[in-house]
C-alpha cells in the first residue's frame, strides 16, 4: 500500500462549488504539505504544517484552506472553485527536524474547474 | 532563499553518466542544496541533499564546489527510467522547499 495517499484521483467540478481534496499517510511523519502544479510553472506551496496544532500559508494560500484532523490526515479545501485552481494538486510529508528536506509524495489529483 | 539556474533542458544516452549543473551564486552558508525529479504526472521524488561536502548514495553522487556557488548531479550510468524533470532546490533546513522550473532530462537508447 502507498505510503501517501490522496483522495480523489481526478475531479471535475464547477465553478462556485466546495471541493474537499483528502490526504492520509502511513509513515507516521510530523510535517505535511500541499502543493499545487501547473505546466510550465513547476510546483508551488499552498499550504504545510509541522504538527497538527501548526498550520502555515504558503507561497500562494489566496482561495484555499486546510485543515489537520490527525497527524496521519492533512485536507485541502476551495472554498468557492474557479477555474484557474484547474492543476495537478499534490501532498507531501516529512520527516521532521531530523530529516526536513526529505519530502515524500503522494500520486496527485488532478482537479478540473469548469 | 538563494535562486538557482538550471538549463532548461538536457539529453543523454542510456548507460552513459547524466551530469545536471546548478548555478546558485547567492547561496548562504546555511543553505543546503537538494535535488529532487519528477517523472511526468507523478509526485517529486527526493534524490539527495548536501551542504558542503559531496555526497553520494544508491540514486546519484552531488558535487558541490568548493565556493558552494554551484552544483552537478551525477547519474553514473541514465536509463531510460530515468528521463524526468530534475530539481536543484537551495534553501535553508527548515523542510520548506520552493520548486523552480527545473532540467527536463531526456535519455535516449
Known amino acids: 500500500d502507498a505510503d501517501v495517499t490522496q483522495t480523489p484521483r481526478n475531479r471535475i467540478t464547477k465553478t462556485g462549488k466546495r471541493i474537499m481534496l483528502e490526504c492520509s499517510q502511513t509513515k507516521g511523519h510530523d510535517r505535511m504539505y500541499w502543493y499545487r502544479q501547473d505546466p510550465g510553472l513547476g510546483l508551488r506551496l499552498i499550504y504545510y504544517s509541522f504538527d497538527v496544532k501548526d498550520i502555515n500559508k504558503g507561497e500562494i494560500s489566496d482561495g484555499y484552506s486546510v485543515s489537520r484532523q490527525a497527524q496521519a490526515k492533512f485536507s485541502l479545501s476551495l472554498e468557492s472553485a474557479i477555474p484557474n485552481q484547474t492543476a495537478l494538486y499534490f501532498c507531501?510529508?516529512?520527516?521532521?527536524?531530523?530529516?526536513?528536506?526529505?519530502?515524500?509524495f503522494g500520486p496527485g489529483t488532478r482537479l478540473t474547474v469548469t | 532563499d538563494a535562486k538557482t539556474t538550471q538549463p532548461t533542458s538536457m539529453d543523454c544516452a542510456e548507460g552513459r553518466a547524466a551530469n545536471l549543473p546548478c548555478n546558485h551564486s547567492?547561496?548562504?552558508?546555511?543553505?543546503?542544496v537538494y535535488w529532487y525529479r519528477q517523472i511526468h504526472s507523478q509526485g517529486p521524488q527526493y534524490i539527495i541533499h548536501g551542504l558542503k561536502n559531496n555526497e553520494t548514495n544508491e540514486m546519484a553522487s552531488l558535487i558541490i564546489t568548493e565556493d558552494r556557488k554551484s552544483s552537478t548531479l551525477i547519474l553514473p550510468h541514465a536509463t531510460l527510467r530515468d528521463t524526468a524533470v530534475y530539481y536543484c532546490i537551495v534553501r535553508p533546513n527548515t523542510g520548506k522547499l520552493i520548486f523552480g522550473q527545473g532540467t527536463t532530462l531526456q535519455v535516449k537508447p
Open positions: 507531501a510529508t516529512s520527516p521532521g527536524t531530523s530529516r526536513p528536506y526529505e519530502q515524500y
Open positions: 547567492t547561496i548562504s552558508g546555511n543553505e543546503y
